[in-house]
C-alpha cells in the first residue's frame, strides 16, 4: 500500500482535484492524505487572529469571503443534484461552525479547532466526489487516530495502533484522510504545525509499513537550487535521507523538514512527484549511496542571527562551551551552526524570541556581538569530504562575496556558509554555475 499526499495547490481547485482523482486511480490500494485548499490555512489563521483580539466582525468578514471562494468547487466539481447538495451542506456546516466562535469564549482550544477546518473541508470535499464517480472510498478522520504528546511530538505506537485497527476494518482502495491536524494528551484538536501535511503522511507511511511515501505538490522534485532565483534548475533525481533532510531545514520548501525522519526509521521511500506532471520521474528519497564527492543540490534559509561570544578565558580552558550552550538550551533556542577559534565561537540561530535574556546571560560570562538579516546557504552532497578540493570550490564560486561563517565536516553531506541575506541570490547564482559540472540529476 502506497501513502500518497497532495498538498494545498494540488487540491486548490475543482480542476485540480480531478487530477488528484486520476493520478490516485492509477495504483492499487493507497491511502490518500489532503492538504487544506491553498490559501484557506492563512485565512483561517486570520480568521483566529480576529477572533483571538476580539474583533468579531473582522472575523465574520473574512469568513464570508472564504465560503464564497468555495462556490466553484460547488459549481464545477459536482455534476450531479446530489453531489452538489451533499457539498452546499459540507460548505454550510463548516463555515457555520467557523461563525459559532463569535457567540462564545474563545481561546487557545477554539483557535486549534478553527485552523483544522480547510483539511476538514477538503477531504470531504474530495471524499464526495470520488463517491459521485463511483469510487471504491472511504473517509478516515485523521482525529481518529493522529495523536501528539504534551511536548506536541507524535505519539507513535498508538498511531499505529489506532491505524491498523481503523484500516482492518476497511477494504476500500481508496482511504482519504486529512493531513495537519491530530488530537493532543487533553483530547483535544491539535496540530502538528504550519505544513505538516507531509509530517502526516510520513507518519502514516511509517506505522502502516507502507512501500511509499509519496509527496505530491506542483514542481517535479527537489531541485539542485532554488528555481525562484537561479534559471535552469533541475530536480535532483535522488537524495539520502541525511542529504533530503538537510536541504528540507535549509530552506528547500518541497518538503517538510520533520517528514524526512519517520520514514527514515521505518525504512520506507519518499517519492516527490508533481500533480501537473504524474509520468516525471519526480525525486526518490531512500537509504542509497551515490557517486562520493557528488554535489547534489543548493538551499537556502533566511531570517538568521549570529552571535560572536569572545572570552579570553576560553583560551587552553574547558567548560566554557558547556556553560554557552545551557543558556541556549534554558531559552529553547535551537543552534544551528557554530564554528570555534581558540578564543570565541560564533554560533547562529533562527529565533529571536529569547534572545534579550539569552544575550544578558552570555555577557555575564563573555563579550558578545551580534549580526541580524544573515542567510545559511548550504550545499549537500554525498560524502563531500572524500573529494579533494571540494571546500575551495566552494569557497571560489563565491568569488569576492563576504562570508561570515563556514561549517564543514560537521556531517558528511553539507558545507554551510552564513552570508548577509542581500547577497543570498547572487551567492546562489554564482555557486550554482561553478558547482554543477559534476551533478547526477
Ligand atoms: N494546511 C496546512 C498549512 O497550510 C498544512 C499543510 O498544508 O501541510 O500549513
Ligand atoms: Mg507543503
Redesign the pocket.
Known amino acids: 500500500m502506497n501513502v500518497m499526499k497532495f498538498?494545498?495547490t494540488s487540491v486548490g481547485s475543482p480542476q485540480r482535484m480531478k487530477e488528484v482523482a486520476a493520478i490516485i486511480d492509477r495504483g492499487e490500494n493507497v491511502v490518500v492524505v489532503l492538504?487544506?485548499v491553498s490559501g484557506?490555512?492563512?485565512k483561517l489563521v486570520d480568521i483566529g487572529h480576529a477572533y483571538s483580539s476580539n474583533e468579531k466582525q473582522k472575523a465574520l468578514d473574512i469568513i464570508n469571503v472564504l465560503q464564497s471562494s468555495y462556490s466553484v468547487f460547488l459549481d464545477e466539481l459536482f455534476s450531479t443534484n446530489e453531489g452538489k447538495t451533499a457539498g452546499t451542506e459540507i460548505i454550510q456546516n463548516h463555515f457555520d461552525l467557523l461563525r459559532s466562535f463569535s457567540r462564545n469564549g474563545f481561546g487557545v482550544r477554539q483557535y486549534k479547532e478553527i485552523l483544522a477546518q480547510?483539511?476538514m473541508i477538503s477531504t470531504q470535499l474530495f471524499f464526495q466526489y470520488m463517491k459521485e464517480c463511483g469510487k471504491d472510498a472511504v473517509l478516515m478522520n485523521a482525529l481518529d487516530f493522529m495523536r501528539i504528546d504534551e511536548d506536541g511530538e507524535p505519539v507513535m505506537e498508538q498511531i499505529k495502533r489506532s491505524l491498523a485497527q481503523l484500516l482492518s476494518q476497511n477494504t476500500a482502495r481508496f482511504v482519504i484522510t486529512q493531513?495537519?491536524i491530530c488530537r493532543n494528551p487533553l483530547g483535544e484538536i491539535d496540530n502538528l504545525k504550519?505544513?505538516?501535511?507531509?509530517y502526516s503522511a510520513s507518519l502514516i507511511g511509517a506505522a502502516i509499513g507502507a512501500d511509499e511515501i509519496q509527496i505530491w505538490t506542483d514542481i517535479d522534485g527537489m531541485h539542485n537550487n532554488d528555481p525562484r532565483i537561479v534559471e535552469g534548475t533541475f530536480p535532483v533525481r535522488q537524495l539520502s535521507f541525511d542529504e533530503a533532510a538537510e536541504l528540507a531545514y535549509f530552506g528547500a520548501k518541497i518538503l517538510?523538514p520533520s517528514s524526512v525522519n519517520p520514514a527514515r526509521s521505518a525504512g520506507i521511500p519518499v517519492r516527490l512527484k508533481n500533480t501537473m506532471k504524474p509520468d516525471a520521474p519526480g525525486t526518490l528519497i531512500a537509504e542509497h549511496a551515490s557517486e562520493p564527492g557528488t554535489i547534489k543540490a543548493i538551499a537556502a534559509k533566511d531570517g538568521i542571527i549570529a552571535i560572536r561570544i569572545v572570552s579570553n578565558r576560553m583560551f587552553l580552558a574547558y567548560g566554557f562551551l558547556r556553560r554557552v550552550f545551557e543558556i541556549f538550551e534554558r531559552y529553547k533556542t535551537p543552534i544551528d551552526m557554530i564554528t570555534t577559534s581558540e578564543v570565541a565561537v560564533s554560533l547562529t540561530i533562527d529565533q529571536d524570541v529569547n534572545l534579550d535574556q539569552i544575550l544578558s546571560e552570555l555577557n555575564e560570562i563573555a563579550s558578545v556581538e551580534i549580526d541580524r538579516d544573515l542567510s545559511i546557504v548550504c550545499v549537500v552532497g554525498d560524502n563531500l569530504e572524500s573529494e579533494s578540493g571540494f571546500a575551495g570550490r566552494i569557497l571560489a564560486g563565491l568569488q569576492d562575496l563576504p562570508v561570515r561563517m563556514v561549517s564543514c565536516g560537521g556531517s558528511k553531506n553539507n558545507v554551510s556558509l552564513l552570508i548577509a541575506s542581500s547577497n543570498k541570490n547572487h551567492a546562489l547564482n554564482l555557486l550554482n554555475s561553478t558547482l554543477f559540472t559534476k551533478v547526477t540529476a
Open positions: 498538498g494545498g492538504s487544506a484557506t490555512t492563512n480547510g483539511e493531513g495537519f504550519r505544513g505538516g501535511s507531509d517538510h
